[in-house]
């Protein structure tokens, strides 16, 4: 397959690339560095410092023998992505070059608008590259759980049949996000399946949980090949900003009562989904949608985990109740479903303790790169406090930097 991956310099990106490449897949990357850009913004630089794609597919190939086309550009310039997608004639293109935070979306105007515009204009151009030069091509568009938000019934695998006064019918499932980068995943779903349906699209979208690691079969082959790991309260998922406030000696901190729950995936299980995904594409004219995680957790549970094994590693983990800056449940009822991808041939990598102190035990090589302040949540939704706030609201909490 030529598959092509759209934001290919992320944390995501950059080892699927990798992934595809190593099992003899033609590969291309585009990226232009918006998250390094943001990042450096927001005071948020990653742990592991990774050099900027020509280096690292230099390096890649170097070490494999296997090239990785870079194209430097930006998703939102049409000219730039439909010129090379007509180029580079992908068989698949993966979808990641979005803004991913929740909270730099709600930390003021120019920060939602920024995150409005970057993830709505580039899925838009996405799939009109696709429409006019390759439209038989497979899109495979990374969203979110957080889509569903946490409603008090079962969530389905992207769809639910609805039977109202005696008649039926299939829709979306109905859709709840609780952040404005939430809500642009529920838009591009709606665009995406308007395009499957108007246009005959063929898309993959994937409903994933927050993703945690940062070892690869490819990125353990060089520190320099590592995810673009993040550990912030803006950019850092929860899994991984324990994992480092374990090793700088911080108290895990957990927002609220800590029984939000949420479905979480090991970052070797998202290589896997999207290679099960792209090696059996829908029909055309399908929006096709798996729910991609592997296990469910509370904030609770995962602090208690790594409290466990970071304390066995002699490490002294502590665990702090935060007051809560996010609007969300702090108890609810959660059970997706995600059977899909596991029928396709999905083998998850758990949480196990063994897993826990493989990440600790790498990340206490970057230990002196841990920036303490960076780790408290900086960006405060709730309504009670914004209410009134919503003029002045600038986002100055993460501009400060
Ligand atoms: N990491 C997770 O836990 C997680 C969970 C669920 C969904 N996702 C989704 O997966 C995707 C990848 O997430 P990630 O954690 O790798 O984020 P990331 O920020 O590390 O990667 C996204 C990449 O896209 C690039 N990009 C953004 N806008 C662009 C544009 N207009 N043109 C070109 N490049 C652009 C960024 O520079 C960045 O390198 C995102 O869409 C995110 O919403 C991630």
């Known amino acids: 397959m030529r598959v092509m991956v759209l934001g290919g310099d992320g944390y995501l990106g950059w080892p699927t690339a990798m992934a595809f490449r190593a099992r003899?897949?033609?590969?291309?990357?585009?990226?232009?560095?918006?998250?390094?850009?943001?990042?450096?913004?927001?005071?948020?630089?990653?742990?592991v410092p990774a050099p900027l794609l020509p280096e690292r597919a230099a390096l890649f190939e170097r070490i494999t023998g296997n090239a990785i086309e870079v194209f430097v550009g930006d998703c939102c310039n049409?000219?730039?992505?439909?010129?090379?997608?007509?180029?580079?004639?992908?068989?698949?293109?993966?979808?990641f070059a979005e803004q991913p935070s929740a909270p730099f979306s709600m930390a003021g105007y120019d920060e939602a608008r920024t995150t409005f515009a970057n993830n709505l204009t580039g899925t838009f151009n996405v799939i009109w590259s696709v429409l006019r030069h390759v439209p038989d091509c497979h899109i495979i568009k990374l969203g979110t759980m957080g889509e569903y938000g946490t409603p008090n019934i079962d969530i389905e695998e992207g769809w639910i049949e609805v039977e109202h006064k005696g008649r039926r019918d299939r829709f979306l499932y109905p859709r709840r996000?609780?952040?404005?980068?939430?809500?642009?995943?529920?838009?591009?779903?709606?665009?995406?399946w308007f395009y499957a349906r108007a246009y005959g699209l063929r898309v993959t979208d994937l409903m994933q949980g927050p993703v945690y690691g940062l070892s690869?079969?490819?990125?353990?082959?060089?520190?320099?090949?590592?995810?673009?790991?993040?550990?912030?309260?803006?950019?850092?998922t929860v899994i991984n900003r324990f994992l480092v406030q374990a090793v700088a000696g911080m108290p895990l901190t957990v927002y609220g009562k800590g029984g939000q729950t949420r479905g979480y995936l090991n970052i070797r299980d998202t290589l896997q989904c999207i290679a099960l995904a792209a090696a059996s594409p829908p029909p055309k004219g399908?929006?096709?949608?798996?729910?991609q995680f592997t296990e469910t957790f509370s904030i609770n549970e995962l602090a208690e985990r790594v409290r466990?094994?970071?304390?066995?590693?002699?490490?002294?983990v502590a665990i702090q109740h935060l007051d809560n800056p996010r609007e969300e449940l702090e108890e609810h009822y959660y059970n997706p479903a995600h059977r899909g991808l596991l029928e396709l041939g999905l083998e998850p990598n758990l949480l196990t303790?063994?897993?826990?102190?493989?990440?600790?035990?790498?990340i206490r090589f970057y230990r002196d790169r841990i920036v303490r302040r960076r780790i408290h949540p900086r960006v405060r939704w709730r309504i009670s406090e914004r209410r009134d706030a919503v003029d002045s609201y600038d986002g100055g909490a993460v501009r400060s930097a």
């Open 286 to 291: 399908e929006l096709r949608i798996f729910n």
């Open 177 to 192: 996000p609780g952040s404005l980068y939430h809500a642009t995943k529920v838009l591009d779903t709606d665009l995406l």
């Open 24 to 47: 003899k897949h033609e590969v291309s990357v585009i990226d232009n560095y918006f998250r390094r850009t943001i990042a450096k913004q927001c005071d948020s630089d990653a742990l």
């Open 308 to 316: 466990r094994v970071g304390n066995r590693l002699g490490l002294k």
């Open 78 to 95: 049409f000219d730039f992505l439909s010129r090379t997608v007509e180029a580079w004639s992908p068989d698949v293109v993966v979808h």
């Open 353 to 362: 303790e063994e897993v826990i102190e493989g990440m600790l035990t790498r």
């Open 216 to 236: 690869t079969d490819e990125a353990d082959l060089h520190q320099h090949l590592l995810p673009n790991f993040h550990y912030d309260d803006i950019f850092g």
